[in-house]
């Protein structure tokens, strides 16, 4: 590996600013301040690109990333619209094949992300500062926080915020079941039957083992990958330039081409199961609040509208646009978590949040266990999906982190994206799923955990004050989680296909945010949230071995940056 020592000297805080906005000379790359690692490449950022004026639209695109991987996803639409029955049973079959046969894989890969990242922040390496020793932050805490929150958990926390805590404790209430020596029933580990507060314990804990360190870590190793290896070593803002201490030059050639096409194709999927679960919910609370109704139908028009409010934002850029919505939601969110606290079991809640924390470091390792697991449907059916949808969606989510986390330290990067995050989500899922057990156990009330998991939010709102007004805020929410996904997962896609290009011609952008939509149209149709969860667990399978390696490649790059200190 080639390298050369950076070393940019600039005057006050608000100069640095500046330069780093203004500067274009590395296609919206800022270069490194002070000491840096420089990669010696003779790979130009845009090289491979064909560029093309086709009357007022600009075309700035990377051959062939974008040309294969834009291909193949209009062939994959119209194959699932015009064969849907053919397509669910495919759909159906790579998911059984890859959960029965993989699990393993991927429930060890998560733990082996989440121990690597809890050593950056105890080595050296967390000293290392991204974008160069001198380089300063480009947002505020709260403007980052909101950011990095809505991208990396939104949609997701809304549709299974009640329902997944829920659940958990239902199924680990219940009875053991077996057929053909193998379990049949849902519950965690070896289930609480018939034991209240042991199955409070067990299904928060398998809530929070879900939604906690394990996935923000999965984000917090690619964006420290992709920061490193952009702000850091000078390569471009694409997934293949964190290969580059295995790949060296070949990482321009057919092996980056593949890194690239295989992390469009899994933020793609990523994406869309995410804008599918969330047209659900929201036709749900439409439905309970209007009488929308419901079905494929409606849920087509909702991505459709939504696809189009997104389209705005994309036209806006990244500061008018996520950011302002990330900011907006993010506010909405903490009132109507602040609600249901005070109006709900607050004495409850506060005790359950910190009971949780305990079971879930208690239950932590036997859930994390990757072998010998006898209970299948709870490790296979919720964990490996999981973790293959956190692995989709981390090219995605870990970009866009890169692209806002310039100037912190690996240390603070790290504690930032990995434990507060977390905490956020543990609080979360502690306020509405404790409130909605609550209801069950001491109202006898039974609405929420009888709904269907769209409904279940809508259903256990229903039994607080001002009922119509938290639903409607909560469909506000889904809505708008869903538009910042879409807009900042089409700015994703479109950096890496544009060859790592972040000032890609607009309409680029806006082809891709369509075809997200399409995507969820297209798998909505083809076999509904099942085959959502199928393309999202078969193609993060595959960005989990990319992951691995990923790891390595930061260790590789780390140890550099700390040689030149």
Same mark, same amino acid.
């Given at each position: 590996m080639k390298k050369?020592?950076?070393?940019?000297?600039?005057?006050?805080?608000?100069?640095?600013?500046?330069?780093?906005?203004?500067?274009?000379?590395?296609?919206?790359?800022?270069?490194?301040?002070?000491?840096?690692?420089?990669?010696?490449?003779?790979?130009?950022?845009?090289?491979?690109?064909?560029?093309?004026?086709?009357?007022?639209?600009?075309?700035?695109?990377h051959n062939p990333v974008f040309l294969i991987s834009g291909i193949a996803v209009v062939l994959f639409v119209f194959y699932t619209i015009a064969l849907p029955e053919q397509a669910a049973g495919v759909f159906s079959a790579m998911f059984d094949f890859t959960t029965k046969n993989f699990d393993w894989f991927l429930i060890g890969a998560a733990d082996l992300v989440v121990i690597f990242a809890l050593l950056l922040i105890v080595t050296p390496f967390g000293n290392v500062r991204l974008g160069g020793n001198e380089a300063v932050a480009d947002y505020t805490y709260l403007g980052w926080f909101a950011m990095l929150f809505a991208a990396g958990m939104g949609i997701g926390l809304m549709f299974y915020g009640v329902s997944e805590p829920l659940t958990h404790f239902s199924t680990s209430m219940g009875e053991i079941s077996t057929e053909n020596g193998l379990r049949t029933d849902w519950a965690p580990l070896g289930a609480a039957t018939g034991d209240e507060a042991g199955a409070l314990r067990l299904g928060m804990a398998a809530t929070i083992y879900h939604w906690g360190l394990h996935p923000w870590?999965?984000?917090?190793?690619?964006?420290?990958?992709?920061?490193?290896?952009?702000?850091?070593?000078?390569?471009?803002?694409?997934?293949?330039?964190?290969?580059?201490?295995?790949?060296?030059?070949?990482?321009?050639?057919?092996?980056?081409?593949?890194?690239?096409?295989?992390?469009?194709?899994?933020?793609?999927?990523?994406?869309?199961?995410?804008?599918?679960?969330g047209a659900t919910q929201a036709n749900a609370g439409l439905n309970e609040l209007f009488g929308v109704p419901m079905g494929t139908t409606s849920e087509i028009v909702l991505i459709s509208l939504i696809t189009a409010v997104a389209l705005i934002s994309v036209l806006r850029g990244l500061d008018g646009g996520v950011k302002v919505l990330s900011e907006i939601n993010m506010g909405l969110a903490a009132l109507l978590a602040l609600f249901t606290l005070i109006v709900g079991p607050t004495v409850f809640l506060l005790t359950f949040f910190w009971d949780s924390l305990v079971a879930y470091v208690e239950y932590l390792p036997a859930l994390a266990n990757p072998f010998g697991r006898e209970d299948v449907n709870f490790s296979q059916g919720w964990t490996a999906f999981?973790?293959?949808?956190?692995?989709?969606?981390?090219?995605?989510?870990?970009?866009?982190?890169?692209?806002? #986390?310039?100037?912190?330290? *690996?240390?603070?990067?790290?504690?930032? !994206?990995?434990?507060?995050? %977390?905490?956020?989500? =543990?609080l979360w899922m502690s306020i509405f799923g404790g409130t909605a057990i609550h209801q069950v156990l001491n109202d006898g009330y039974t609405g929420a955990q009888?709904?269907?998991?769209?409904?279940?939010?809508?259903?256990?709102?229903?039994?607080?004050?001002?009922?119509?007004?938290? #639903?409607?805020?909560?469909? *506000?929410?889904?809505?708008?989680?869903? !538009?910042?996904?879409?807009? %900042?997962?089409?700015? =994703?896609?479109?950096?890496?296909?544009?060859?790592?290009?972040?000032?890609?011609?607009?309409?680029?952008?806006?082809?891709?945010?369509?075809?997200?939509?399409?995507?969820?149209?297209?798998?909505?149709?083809?076999?509904?949230?099942?085959?959502?969860?199928?393309?999202?667990?078969?193609?993060?399978?595959?960005?989990?071995?990319?992951?691995?390696f990923m790891c390595y490649c930061i260790f590789r790059g780390l140890q550099d940056e700390r040689k030149i200190r």
């Open positions: 050369t020592e950076a070393m940019f000297s600039h005057g006050d805080l608000s100069s640095k600013r500046e330069q780093i906005m203004s500067d274009t000379s590395s296609h919206g790359i800022p270069e490194p301040e002070g000491k840096a690692d420089v990669i010696d490449t003779d790979y130009e950022i845009g090289q491979d690109n064909i560029e093309r004026q086709i009357g007022p639209f600009g075309l700035d695109i870590a999965i984000y917090a190793v690619v964006a420290l990958a992709l920061a490193l290896f952009t702000y850091n070593k000078g390569l471009p803002l694409t997934i293949r330039s964190a290969f580059y201490p295995v790949l060296g030059e070949r990482v321009w050639g057919w092996p980056g081409h593949i890194i690239d096409i295989i992390a469009v194709f899994a933020t793609l999927f990523g994406l869309a199961t995410s804008l599918g679960l999981y973790w293959a949808w956190w692995i989709s969606w981390s090219p995605f989510v870990g970009m866009f982190i890169a692209r806002v #986390s310039r100037g912190r330290t *690996v240390r603070e990067f790290i504690v930032c !994206v990995l434990l507060i995050p %977390s905490l956020v989500c =543990v009888d709904a269907g998991l769209p409904l279940q939010l809508f259903k256990m709102l229903d039994q607080l004050p001002l009922a119509s007004i938290t #639903s409607f805020i909560g469909i *506000v929410l889904v809505v708008v989680f869903f !538009v910042t996904s879409s807009d %900042s997962g089409s700015l =994703v896609i479109d950096t890496i296909t544009a060859g790592g290009k972040v000032d890609a011609p607009v309409p680029q952008r806006v082809f891709w945010c369509i075809f997200e939509g399409a995507v969820a149209i297209a798998l909505l149709i083809g076999g509904g949230l099942a085959a959502l969860q199928s393309m999202v667990i078969s193609t993060g399978l595959l960005f989990t071995l990319l992951l691995l």
